[in-house]
């Protein structure tokens, strides 16, 4: 039986998106549990406009973009499809790098999540005139955690994207630029935690 009539308009998506992120044959037909036949059939169908794709404003908004039709966020990589105008995601390719970033952005949610709990807590059970410390540390980690995650995808923002497409073709987008804009906010509140004292 020929597989290319049991592809799903998903499986024929991933077909698109790991071809134009530079995925070979073989690979985009093992990722999808197809034939190289219905692969190369798929993506020879994919309709291609000569003229400039026109996208919306969500595909800047990521950890890295390429000319806002293409980009780079910590768990997926998506591309603009002019014929349908909606995105195409795939799962992205990680390495240390990527790992040691996503680990470090969930370190911050559990830390700040965590933070306003004990917040709440304290609320109730801290005594008239007790510290917020317990609280106000935990933001301050989850200040750190964000720093040092958005530090190493500065650096190293090269080997993290070297397997999808030259870097020095692209730009930081909107995430990054809010992870910067959260480590000053989290700091300052965790150290305005730490001095605040509780009144009746």
């Known amino acids: 039986m ?3 009539k049991d592809l799903s308009d998903f499986d024929k998506g991933q077909i ?13 037909a093992a990722l999808v549990g197809c034939s ?3 692969v190369v059939s798929t993506y020879q169908k994919c309709p291609r406009k000569e003229k400039e794709p026109v996208t919306g404003s969500w595909g800047a908004k990521s950890w890295w973009v390429w000319r806002d039709v293409e980009n780079s966020d910590l768990w997926f990589n998506c591309l603009f499809d002019n014929s349908t105008g909606s995105w195409i995601c795939a799962t992205a390719k990680e390495n240390e790098w990527l790992q040691a970033v996503q680990a470090l952005m969930v370190l911050s949610v559990v830390f700040s999540s965590l933070s306003f709990l004990i917040f709440l807590g304290q609320l109730f059970t801290l005594s008239k005139g007790g510290l917020f410390y317990i609280t106000g540390f935990c933001q301050v980690f989850a200040g750190v955690t964000v720093f040092t995650a958005a530090l190493i995808y500065s650096v190293h923002h090269g080997g993290i ?20 804009v959260c480590v000053p906010l989290l700091l300052a509140s965790g150290v305005m935690y730490i001095h605040l004292r509780k009144k009746e």
């Open 161 to 180: 994207l070297q397997d999808e497409k030259a870097p020095i073709s692209g730009h930081f987008g909107y995430c990054f630029i809010l992870a910067w």
């Open 2 to 4: 020929d597989k290319r």
């Open 36 to 38: 190289r036949s219905a």
């Open 16 to 28: 698109v998106m790991a071809r134009r992120l530079g995925q070979s044959i073989s690979k985009t």
